[in-house]
């Protein structure tokens, strides 16, 4: 696709609810992150990817949080047992290679925990 | 502990005029610097960004400054537009073997007609 693209783009959730949240990145792109947003916050790191090696895991706020990208493109973020904490808006993004800044990234995930 | 930190939770221009954002950090060792641009049920886009070893990049109505001395640097938008309304955050690019961003908390600019 053009561009970024992850589903859905809400969730609303009960608390202990698991739920799975996913990326499909820009086709060719070789990183691929996941950033959470919390309200009024900026987007902060939770894992990062290089092809289908998670070689960053040290943003993930417990262990109830599981990322997996099997093929080297579609990207899952796993949230298990979710808590009201977890609410917030997640963000995938992509970019072509290691070495390359510009990230692009998706509209993002809203997810509510009620 | 903050590393990037944006201290204007928000700023109103004049269209026309010039818009200042500013972001300030702590790490003296981020490669990078980025700025992003976000409307509301959007991602961040990408707008402009400067290596640690420079001290201006330009791209059209836009030019970031960086001052590592006092480890702050600023994106100047001239002229404003109204459809430059929206959040703008600040990143900072932590190298290594990730090339992970770190966040500033971002400004919400509104450039009034």
Same mark, same amino acid.
């Given at each position: ?53 998670? +070689?960053?895991? *040290?943003? $993930? ?5 599981? #990322?997996?990208?099997?093929? !080297?493109?579609?990207? @899952? ?13 997640? +963000?995938?993004? *992509?970019? $072509? ?5 510009? #990230?692009?990234?998706?509209? !993002?995930?809203?997810? @509510?925990?009620? | 502990?903050q590393q990037v ?21 702590t790490n ?74 770190i ?11």
């Open positions: 696709g053009a561009g970024v693209s992850q589903s859905p783009r809400y969730k609303v959730a009960k608390r202990g609810q698991d739920v799975a949240l996913r990326c499909d990145p820009i086709s060719g792109h070789v990183s691929l992150f996941w950033y959470q947003q919390a309200l009024g916050q900026g987007p902060e790191f939770l894992t990062y990817f290089q092809n289908e090696a998670q +070689l960053d895991k *040290s943003g $993930l706020p417990s262990d109830r949080f599981f #990322a997996e990208r099997p093929e !080297g493109s579609v990207s @899952t973020l796993k949230i298990q047992r979710t808590q009201q904490e977890d609410s917030a808006v997640y +963000l995938c993004a *992509s970019s $072509l290679a290691r070495g390359v800044t510009e #990230a692009f990234f998706g509209q !993002g995930t809203r997810l @509510t925990v009620v | 502990d930190k944006q201290n204007s939770p928000s700023l109103s221009v004049q269209e026309g005029r010039i818009s200042i954002l500013n972001c300030d950090y003296s060792m981020f490669d990078y610097f980025l700025w992003y641009k976000k409307y509301p049920a959007e991602g961040p886009t990408f707008l402009i960004s400067i290596s640690s070893i420079k001290d201006k990049n330009e791209d059209g109505r836009f030019t970031v400054f960086l001052n590592k001395s006092a480890k702050h640097l600023s994106l100047h938008i001239v002229p404003s537009q109204p459809g430059d309304s929206a959040v703008y955050f600040c990143a900072a690019l932590y190298g290594g073997a990730t090339n992970k961003l966040f500033g908390t971002g400004t919400l600019l509104a450039v009034q007609p």
